[in-house]
């Protein structure tokens, strides 16, 4: 089923993603107090655009630009569980992110903040609506989907699996960002402000690898590649391309993946 909603809105949300992983995020600490200059947007590196290597260099320095909010698309389902895990019994290789979330007028992090992801499995199904992609499973329309608390670093960190794919859409995980969300005892959130929608790309080299593993090549959807997708824009990080690290010495051993998403918070 191709995601007929999932286009770009009209109006462009004021959003920032910070052009840092990895070991700049240290620098955000240092910066912080510094009133940001205005600067032109880094161009995506080969390796960003996805390219042949398993890591994307980090960037030289810190740089805030500007850049789209993507689409929620119809899959979301409120008052999901916060958890650090939320794979559940998918199976999948594995993928752990960390994502640091800043404040984008000050570089700061922000603390508190709850990231919520959800993504499709190795056949390209979403709880909530298994059956959209062709493939029948157990449904209880909660797995692949939850979200962390940032800690006083901004850092939020989420096992998962790697996403497989469905009709019309290239390999992503959507994303949101709230503050002031208050925690319910049956482990859900309620209330609070949301600052950010988008989504997170993955390296159609690293794609194809793990494309060809048994667990996602039993989904013979046509697969839809990074250039190809109707939504990613090519613009590397600041359209929200993970920067991925092999867990191993092999694709099975699964992915680190990295990401330093600023938000504008006044």
């Given at each position: 089923?191709?995601?007929?909603?999932?286009?770009?809105?009209?109006?462009?949300?004021?959003?920032?993603?910070?052009?840092?992983?990895?070991?700049?995020?240290?620098?955000?600490?240092?910066?912080?107090?510094?009133?940001?200059?205005?600067?032109?947007?880094?161009?995506?590196?080969?390796?960003?655009?996805?390219?042949?290597?398993?890591?994307?260099?980090?960037?030289?320095?810190?740089?805030?630009?500007?850049?789209?909010?993507?689409?929620?698309?119809?899959?979301?389902?409120?008052?999901?569980?916060?958890?650090?895990?939320?794979?559940?019994?998918?199976?999948?290789?594995p993928?752990?992110?960390?994502?640091?979330?800043?404040?984008?007028?000050?570089?700061?992090?922000?603390?508190n903040?709850?990231?919520?992801?959800?993504?499709?499995?190795?056949?390209?199904?979403?709880?909530?609506?298994?059956?959209?992609?062709?493939?029948?499973?157990?449904?209880?329309?909660t797995?692949?989907?939850?979200?962390?608390?940032?800690?006083?670093?901004?850092?939020?960190?989420?096992?998962?699996?790697?996403?497989?794919?469905?009709?019309?859409?290239?390999?992503?995980?959507?994303?949101?960002?709230?503050?002031?969300?208050?925690?319910?005892?049956?482990?859900?959130?309620?209330?609070?402000?949301?600052?950010?929608?988008?989504?997170?790309?993955?390296?159609?080299t690293?794609?194809?690898?793990?494309?060809?593993?048994?667990?996602?090549?039993?989904n013979?959807?046509?697969?839809t590649?990074?250039?190809?997708?109707?939504?990613?824009?090519?613009?590397?990080?600041?359209?929200?391309?993970?920067?991925?690290?092999?867990?191993?010495?092999?694709p099975?051993?699964?992915?680190?993946?990295?990401?330093t998403?600023?938000?504008?918070?006044?």
């Amino acid at each position: 089923m191709t995601e007929k909603r999932e286009t770009l809105p009209t109006q462009i949300g004021r959003r920032t993603v910070l052009l840092a992983t990895g070991a700049t995020a240290a620098a955000l600490a240092v910066t912080a107090a510094t009133p940001k200059t205005p600067t032109s947007p880094t161009p995506p590196t080969s390796a960003q655009a996805g390219d042949s290597v398993d890591t994307v260099p980090v960037a030289a320095t810190a740089v805030c630009t500007l850049t789209r909010e993507m689409t929620e698309g119809p899959y979301y389902l409120d008052g999901q569980y916060v958890r650090a895990d939320i794979h559940e019994n998918k199976t999948g290789i594995p993928l752990k992110l960390t994502l640091t979330v800043v404040d984008d007028d000050t570089c700061a992090p922000l603390k508190n903040a709850l990231v919520e992801l959800w993504h499709c499995d190795a056949l390209g199904e979403y709880s909530g609506f298994v059956g959209q992609n062709g493939h029948s499973e157990p449904d209880n329309g909660t797995f692949l989907r939850g979200g962390v608390l940032t800690d006083a670093s901004g850092l939020a960190n989420i096992t998962t699996v790697y996403p497989g794919w469905y009709r019309g859409r290239c390999v992503h995980i959507h994303l949101k960002v709230h503050t002031n969300v208050t925690l319910t005892p049956d482990g859900s959130f309620t209330g609070g402000r949301e600052l950010h929608t988008g989504q997170l790309y993955f390296s159609e080299t690293i794609t194809r690898r793990v494309a060809a593993l048994p667990t996602y090549a039993v989904n013979t959807v046509p697969r839809t590649t990074l250039t190809q997708d109707s939504i990613y824009d090519g613009g590397g990080a600041v359209s929200g391309l993970l920067t991925l690290t092999a867990l191993g010495t092999s694709p099975s051993a699964g992915y680190g993946a990295t990401l330093t998403v600023g938000v504008e918070t006044g």
